[in-house]
């Protein structure tokens, strides 16, 4: 460090070589050696030191900014903004702050991708429109020459072929001045001259023939028509697009954040201006922090920049392309006006018409935030009355918002109808979603799968529906912040019921204003009346045996109190549920759709001197089911419990996770805490199912299959015997089918059984009153699981019972490639899933389709069916674990267009090993898929896929086949319908050769090119 600071960058690389030697587990050593190939330019052992470094920890933020200096230097803009993206992200987790060097080299790589994007389109459009004239002048020639063809058809045969073809070359050099050989050559071949004939013969004459006038202004008009079509050409294209010099921004109109025109302009106290959009952006996901500046900033502070936004407004009037915002408009369009346009007279000048027309008729997006201009629905119900007695509440624990978390005491994913508060207080049925009530306002945030759910639930009266992460959407915190500002009331919430990472995130967030949570009591429970609120579950609590969990508990405690002594902790407090039931082999009823009971425990390194200890409703389990070795409590002595043991002088590290609560961490000295919170040792060893685990996994899928068979089987003939089955009594008579199954014990979640339109909501949620019938006209997407004594699954599969749309078949068909991409990816050790979700979106990608959640979660083993820590999706997770052997996962890429239809499927894979040997000690792994179920045959559009991909599909249907069938004897609808879908597809149609494409045809490829540039 010392050289490093006189600049004696080589005799500081080698300290860092020496240290590295001694131990080349230290991820600072490298970070702080890259930062000296840094300065001595050399980027390849930049990359090379920055990506061990992200090797040893993946959350190094140094490492993430100097992997994208040197993508900086590579040119490669997009890598280098997503690793800036990536160490802002962290310093926001972390709460550090490396001031504004990481956010400079960010906005700088933004700056000259813009550059290079722009460089790049007027490239683009330069070539093509040379291309374009190019075409227009080979037309003429053409036209030319027919016209020629046809003079010396009708010509007098006694004249002479060479006085002809004199003619022909004095005009052609009149009115073009070209000389060159292969006119000459053309013309010959027209006159049955020889070209070195014609030449010679051409020059000895002199032209000195008199030219055809007829000819002579046949010839003239069609050179005057090419003329005017390459000037209307170059017209449109002004029209269109016009030149570089007119797409220039000037630079007090540019956004310094995203570098393009700032449309809605508003100016800090700091005197800076940016995009409205850009700033919220930044303070809601990188900093609370004017990025110029860098100086505290929330949205309320931000003011409209009226006199800039008046001098952009005449910008745009000026210069029409600047309307167009690829990213902000919809180019929507008539079958009426695509048919004009692709049968045009000229199709060349009426196609870039089209354009123009395309241009005309492009309308804006909505944002996200959804206003109180609303008709309050018969599904909402009214929550006015609930409203002004929680704000009762409020005001005697003297704060002025309270926040509501759809989770109970331990963070579940699932909860009772006893802990539904959040429910109770808005309507929103969803599982996700967070109220804030104000004594002004009231706010529901909820993801993309809710957003038509919500629109029907939600009190719309009363209620804002906020769409987390939609365009100009602030964040809840952020939200909290502005409605707080200027005031002298503090936030609340119920610490119990509030995670430890949002009440850190939150209280950084209202350090800014002054401001810090407050916790109090539960005050939906103060005003839920007992007559109305549901009774609390207390099932009994049952022992699950060994030959389905594979371990005993003594070897279960072994291998998490390993992990813990390897993470340096003493205690472990844990309040997840799936972690205690699989820890201690224990299951209840006490959570719907989850085999849990509710209890906490806490976890000695040193077990086997001091025990571990478990706490549950004592009524619930009998003394014989106690796990042998641990010590068992009533769950209300946990909380004096745990305060006993956060003033014991011998243990000094305990052990918590991200997920565990507030009131918990409350508790715990500081200087007792394990430091960062990480994931639980239970929930990392767990995921990875043991041998015993794994069989049962894989075994349960056939029963699971049978059921799924034989309902499909059951509703196809109800069906076509004319007979009317909605939505929930087609659920039902699934859960007939489930219950006949051997070890089956009750479905692992509510199943979504969704028709037509209704299957576009991701998450929807039938109700027998409002059910909608199933048709042979319409989708039909059925996702269902179960829960067995040896597995959970979750299955979708999405059906159509008559002749689908094309736009259904193609949806469907994009989706299903998506599941064999991901299906057959291959990867190496150390492979996060958030690195494979773009695989299951290329294909959809193709039509401009995607889908909002992920492409996989996470499955457990008689426990939940959404299990962390690994899953498959994009957005970065600082708590995601990369992918290893024996992790179970779902693959389900969807398509939803609203108001329409929805498709989803959806199979249950394993990561296996996928080869016994490794190049350099490099491990591989891929997925084995596990469900056995046909996929919708008729909803397949054959001319989508490769033969590599329809090879895949038959052999699937094949095994489905083959192991089904016997399991299937006696049941004719099921049967029939297993071989109806798992019939064996042709292969794709030849592609027609491409040369006998008519010019009308390749004018619509010249075209599709062209919009493709445009937009």
């Given at each position: 460090n010392?050289?490093f ?47 061990h ?5 993946p ?7 100097y ?18 993206k ?62 020629i ?22 005009f ?13 050559t ?44 390459i ?6 294209f002004?029209e269109v697009?016009v ?5 220039e ?31 919220e952006?930044?303070l ?5 922090l004017?990025p ?7 949205v ?5 920049n ?26 929507q369009?008539?079958?009426?006006l695509?048919l004009q ?13 089209f354009?123009?027309v ?15 201009q ?18 009762q ?6 704060i ?34 967070t ?6 306002t ?17 009190d ?15 964040t809840?915190?952020d ?12 936030p609340?919430?119920?610490a ?29 429970s103060?005003?839920w009346p007992?007559s ?22 003594a ?13 340096g ?5 844990i ?11 224990l ?7 989850n085999?849990?009971f ?35 409590f009533n769950?209300s002595?946990f909380?004096?419990?745990?305060n ?9 590290r ?14 715990i000295?500081e200087n ?19 041998a ?39 659920s039902d ?5 489930q219950q ?12 979504i ?19 909608q019938?199933i ?7 059925l ?43 291959v ?20 039509d401009g ?11 457990g ?8 820590p690994q ?7 600082a ?16 398509f ?21 040997s ?15 179920l046909?996929?919708?045959?008729s909803?397949i559009?054959?001319?989508l896929?490769?033969n ?6 038959n052999?699937?249907?094949a ?7 016997p ?8 049967l ?16 027609p ?6 010019i ?13 540039i445009?937009?």
């Amino acid at each position: 460090n010392k050289h490093f600071l006189q600049k004696k960058y080589n005799d500081a690389i080698h300290c860092y070589n020496q240290a590295l030697k001694q131990n080349g587990e230290k991820a600072i050593y490298y970070v702080n050696r890259a930062l000296c190939y840094i300065k001595l330019k050399q980027w390849d052992k930049v990359y090379q030191d920055a990506r061990h470094c992200l090797d040893l920890d993946p959350n190094y933020i140094k490492a993430h900014a100097y992997l994208g200096q040197y993508y900086i230097e590579q040119q490669r803009y997009d890598e280098a903004i997503t690793y800036f993206k990536q160490a802002l992200e962290l310093c926001k987790i972390q709460n550090k702050n490396f001031g504004d060097e990481i956010q400079r080299l960010l906005r700088y790589a933004q700056k000259r991708r813009f550059s290079i994007m722009e460089h790049k389109r007027i490239e683009n459009e330069i070539s093509l429109q040379t291309y374009l004239r190019s075409l227009i002048q080979t037309d003429k020639e053409r036209r030319m020459q027919l016209r020629i063809e046809k003079y010396l058809e009708d010509k007098d045969p006694t004249q002479s072929s060479t006085n002809t073809l004199s003619i022909l070359k004095q005009f052609l050099s009149k009115i073009t001045n070209r000389h060159n050989q292969q006119i000459t050559t053309n013309l010959a071949s027209v006159v049955s001259v020889s070209p070195k004939v014609a030449t010679t013969t051409t020059h000895n004459n002199e032209m000195n023939v008199a030219i055809d006038q007829q000819l002579e202004q046949a010839l003239q008009d069609i050179e005057q028509s090419a003329d005017q079509s390459i000037n209307e050409m170059n017209t449109l294209f002004n029209e269109v697009d016009v030149r570089r010099k007119r797409r220039e921004i000037p630079e007090y109109l540019t956004c310094k954040l995203c570098y393009d025109l700032m449309r809605d302009p508003v100016i800090t106290p700091f005197g800076i201006t940016y995009c409205r959009s850009c700033i919220e952006e930044n303070l809601y996901k990188v900093s609370h922090l004017d990025p110029i500046a860098n100086k505290p900033l929330v949205v309320d502070q931000l003011v409209n920049n009226l006199v800039l936004k008046e001098i952009v407004e005449k910008f745009i009037k000026e210069n029409e392309w600047a309307k167009i915002r690829p990213q902000r408009f919809a180019i929507q369009y008539s079958t009426r006006l695509v048919l004009q346009a692709f049968l045009p007279k000229e199709p060349v000048l009426d196609m870039l018409h089209f354009v123009l027309v395309l241009i005309a008729i492009a309308s804006s997006f909505s944002d996200g935030v959804n206003t109180n201009q609303c008709t309050p629905l018969s599904t909402q119900k009214n929550t006015s009355t609930i409203l002004a007695q929680i704000r009762q509440e409020m005001q005697k624990e003297d704060i002025g918002l309270y926040v509501v978390f759809a989770d109970d005491e331990h963070g579940s994913e699932y909860t009772q109808a006893y802990d539904k508060r959040r429910d109770w207080l808005t309507g929103f049925r969803g599982s996700a979603g967070t109220a804030v009530v104000s004594l002004r306002t009231a706010a529901l945030w909820t993801d993309s799968r809710y957003f038509t759910q919500a629109e029907e639930q939600l009190d719309c009266a009363n209620w804002l529906l906020m769409r987390d992460r939609d365009p100009g959407v602030p964040t809840i915190i952020d939200w909290i912040v502005s409605e707080l500002n200027q005031t002298a009331l503090r936030p609340g919430t119920t610490a119990v019921f509030t995670s430890t990472s949002w009440w850190t995130s939150a209280n950084s967030a209202l350090k800014i204003i002054g401001k810090e949570l407050r916790s109090v009591e539960d005050l939906v429970s103060r005003i839920w009346p007992s007559s109305e609120r549901p009774k609390e579950l207390q099932g009994q609590i049952f022992t699950h045996d060994i030959e389905y969990a594979g371990e005993t508990v003594a070897q279960k405690l072994n291998r998490t109190t390993a992990e813990m002594k390897r993470l340096g902790a003493t205690t472990a407090v844990i309040s997840a549920l799936d972690e205690t039931a699989w820890l201690f082999n224990l299951r209840g009823t006490d959570i719907p759709f989850n085999p849990f009971f509710k209890s906490y425990a806490i976890i000695h390194a040193d077990y086997q001197v001091n025990q571990p200890e478990l706490f549950v409703n004592l009524a619930q389990l009998n003394v014989s089911q106690y796990p042998p070795g641990v010590r068992v409590f009533n769950n209300s002595i946990f909380w004096s419990r745990l305060n006993q043991i956060s003033t014991n002088a011998s243990i000094n590290r305990i052990m918590l996770n991200t997920k565990i609560s507030q009131a918990i961490l409350n508790l715990i000295p500081e200087n007792k805490l394990l430091l960062p919170l990480s994931n639980s040792p239970v929930q990392r060893i767990k995921a990875r199912k043991n041998a015993k685990e794994r069989k049962g996994m894989q075994d349960c899928q056939l029963r699971d299959a049978v059921a799924r068979m034989k309902h499909l089987g059951w509703l196809e003939k109800q069906l076509d015997e004319g007979k009317s089955i909605n939505e929930t009594q087609s659920s039902d008579q699934l859960l007939v089918y489930q219950q006949q199954q051997d070890r089956f014990q009750f479905p692992s979640f509510r199943a979504i059984t969704a028709s037509g339109d209704r299957a576009a909501i991701v998450h929807y949620s039938a109700a027998p009153e409002t059910a909608q019938l199933i048709t042979k006209n319409k989708v039909y997407l059925l996702d269902a699981g179960s829960q067995y004594l040896d597995c959970t699954t979750d299955i979708t599969r999405t059906h159509h019972f008559g002749v689908p749309k094309d736009l259904e078949k193609r949806a469907y068909t994009r989706v299903l490639q998506g599941v064999i991409d991901i299906a057959e990816a291959v990867f190496p050790t150390g492979t996060y899933g958030r690195s494979l979700d773009h695989l299951g979106r290329m294909s959809l990608y193709r039509d401009g389709m995607t889908f909002g959640h992920g492409v996989g979660h996470g499955i457990g083993h008689f426990l939940s069916v959404h299990e962390g820590p690994q899953r498959i999706a994009s957005p970065y997770n600082a708590l995601e674990e990369t992918l290893a052997d024996g992790v179970f996962l779902s693959d389900e890429p969807g398509f939803y267009k609203p108001g329409d239809f929805g498709i989803r499927i959806e199979n249950d894979m394993e990561v296996v090993l996928a080869n016994k040997s490794s190049y350099e000690n490099r491990q591989y792994l891929r997925f084995n898929t596990i469900t056995l179920l046909p996929y919708e045959r008729s909803l397949i559009d054959a001319s989508l896929l490769t033969n590599a991909q329809l090879n895949t599909i038959n052999q699937y249907h094949a095994k489905v086949r083959d192991i089904l069938e016997p399991l299937l004897q006696g049941d004719e609808a099921a049967l029939h319908a297993l071989h109806t879908r798992t019939a064996s597809i042709d292969s794709i149609p030849t592609i027609p050769n491409l040369s006998y494409i008519s010019i009308g045809s390749s004018s619509l490829i010249t075209f599709i090119l062209f919009l493709r540039i445009l937009f």
